[in-house]
């Protein structure tokens, strides 16, 4: 069993950074592939970056050059650097962690772009 826990959502203004971290408890965390998926109103979560186990990572066409996803085994937690926001970034971003067939989320955590 993983628990994930979201932090460092909030507001920022256009232009501006924030940098979200996802905290795993359990073990095996370095087994696990991570993401990040965003939400919002009325729309399917959206795969935002992923990172394999490997350190191999991927990321959705609207955020690529913005957007760094990493991962710190020994701390058991995954990041998410989120430069040049835009509004259309506002979200709730939840953290995922995958392994084979087994998937765990996060409660999310919100970010607003806005002036």
């Known amino acids: 069993q993983v628990q994930l826990v979201e932090s460092g959502g909030g507001l920022v203004q256009p232009g501006g950074s924030l940098r979200l971290s996802c905290a795993a408890s359990?073990?095996?965390?370095?087994?696990?592939?991570m993401a990040w998926y965003r939400q919002t109103p009325g729309k399917q979560r959206e795969l935002v970056a992923a990172?394999?186990?490997?350190?191999?990572?991927n990321y959705a066409d609207s955020v690529k050059g913005r957007f760094t996803i990493s991962r710190d085994n020994a701390k058991n937690t995954v990041y998410l650097q989120m430069n040049s926001l835009k509004p259309e970034d506002t979200a709730v971003y939840y953290c995922n962690a995958q392994l084979t067939i087994t998937r765990y989320w996060g409660k999310g955590t919100r970010v607003t772009v806005s002036s």
């Open positions: 359990g073990t095996g965390f370095s087994r696990y592939a």
């Open positions: 990172i394999t186990s490997v350190g191999t990572t």
